[in-house]
């Protein structure tokens, strides 16, 4: 461009001098010189132009330069992005590898573990049921031992022998007692009873048979006995005093408060008499009585073989009467109801108003004692047969006990401790440390059936066996009064916490180590028992 405007520019001069040479006109030649002019500031002007134009072109170059610079680190740092992210993806493909590799590392050390941890459960289960296996073992040897030991201790009072026969009632009981046996096994509770003496015995001077017994009332310890002969006989502090001796008299049932006793005859009469003095006979409607049933505070029901009175104990009147078709075997208060029964087997409630609905029995079989403890809230049936049937107050069976071989004419009960008499001529004392909790399936000797959750041991009754029938019993706290056919009246303890406790404070000693070898053996530890 600016080599063409150069060419121009000396063309221009060229001609002006050419046309000045041919006398060219002053005007022409301004006309040259204006043009030439023009084309000289054309040419600065371009030749400006051309600066600008090169500065541009240097800048766009050097922009250019920039450019291809950034976009040479756009490029490297996109190369670098790109190494960058495939980097975190390799080690994101490695780090989710080793993941799984832990995790399956994990759950294969966690099935060792449960492996591990079932054989030993497994090892502990069979160690603990070898020690539980032991421990029965050993617990049942002991309860063996302490029989055989209360044997022992028995032969040794025949053989006169009281000193160590003493201290092995004694050790008896000890076993029985550490290893959760029964103390009131009969081997232990006999040997015991021989060891204190623990019984005292009392008779009516006519040798009636004491058909009622009844515990003093209050603070008092004693008891009141009736017999078939008339006699009413008071015992408290060890002595007996007779308040009544009437053979026209045959009292066959005995209540008393703490002001007056009531023994009802059997051919109808209610001899009233107080502890001190005085005696008010009472003659009820014609009847065979047999039985003094409380029912509330101020009424008492006499109950005959056809007949049922209620006496008014506030007036001592009869209040009214009530005849029965069936002859009647025994009456028992539960709670709000009356229940009678019948010698031909079947039962009746009767409620307070006197009202009498024939219900369900309870069990096949005639009734001949019965029981209801308030405290236990259980209902025991003594039947001709020997059994005795216990029941919840709903009324489901709870358990039979099976012992007496003849009919059962009395119950007692105290302190989870049931106390029967019978015409077998024993006395049975059913110690039921669970008995709320025993199940209501019966046990028989020959079936070996247990109620669920209660050893055997459980249901054998101590017996005492006095020769003569027992007709009547009553319990106070740890003392049971037996009426007998012969007409001696029994007191015994029925605590064996009691009679150990009297048995250690007696002897001087222990077994000896010697005599320990002996009657324990040598696969017992030794203890000094004193």
Known sequence: MMLLIALVAAAVIALIAFSVGKGMTQHDYDKLVSEVEELKSKEKEATIVKRVSQQMEAIAYEQMSISNKQRDRAEEQSRLAEANAARAEEQSRLA??????????????????????????????????????????????????????????????????????????????????????????????????????????????????????????????????????GEVALIETGKMRMLLQDNGYDFRSVWLNEKNIYALSYAGELCVLGFDAGLQTVDLPDGKYFSIVQLDASTLLLVARHLLVWFDINTDRVKSTLLQTKELSTVVKRKNKTLVFYKDGTCSEMDGA????????????????????ESAELLSLGLNNGDIAIFKDDDSHFTTLNGHIAQVTGL?????????????????????????????????????????????????????SPEAWGLSVSVKGDWVWLGLSDGRIVKQCISVANMSRQVYNEIKRGLTPDEWMQYVGTSVEYVKLK
């Open 412 to 464: 007692a009960y105290s302190n989870k401790k049931i106390v029967s008499s019978c015409y077998d001529q024993d006395m049975f004392l059913w110690y039921l440390p669970k008995l709320k909790n025993v199940n209501t399936e019966k046990r028989s000797e020959q079936s070996a059936k247990t109620p669920k959750g209660t050893p055997v041991e459980w249901l054998v009754p101590a017996k005492y």
């Open 354 to 373: 006197g009202n009498i609905t024939p219900r369900k029995s309870f069990i096949k079989g005639v009734v001949t004692a019965s029981l209801y403890s």
């Open 96 to 229: 989710q590898e080793n993941a799984l590799r832990a995790q399956q590392q994990s759950l294969l050390a966690e099935r060792n573990a449960e492996v591990a941890s079932r054989a030993a459960e497994e090892a502990r289960e069979q160690r603990d049921a070898a020690t539980y296996a032991k421990s029965i073992s050993d617990t049942l040897s002991f309860r063996t031992l302490s029989r055989s030991l209360g044997t022992t201790a028995l032969s040794k009072f025949e053989n006169r022998d009281h000193e160590l026969a003493k201290i092995l009632a004694y050790t008896s009981w000890y076993f029985a007692d550490k290893y959760k046996g029964n103390p009131y096994q009969n081997e232990t509770y006999q040997a015991l009873q021989t060891a204190t003496g623990a019984w005292k015995v009392y008779s009516m001077p006519r040798r009636g048979a004491v058909y009622g017994v009844s515990v003093l009332k209050g603070g008092r310890e004693g008891c009141v006995a009736v017999s078939n002969y």
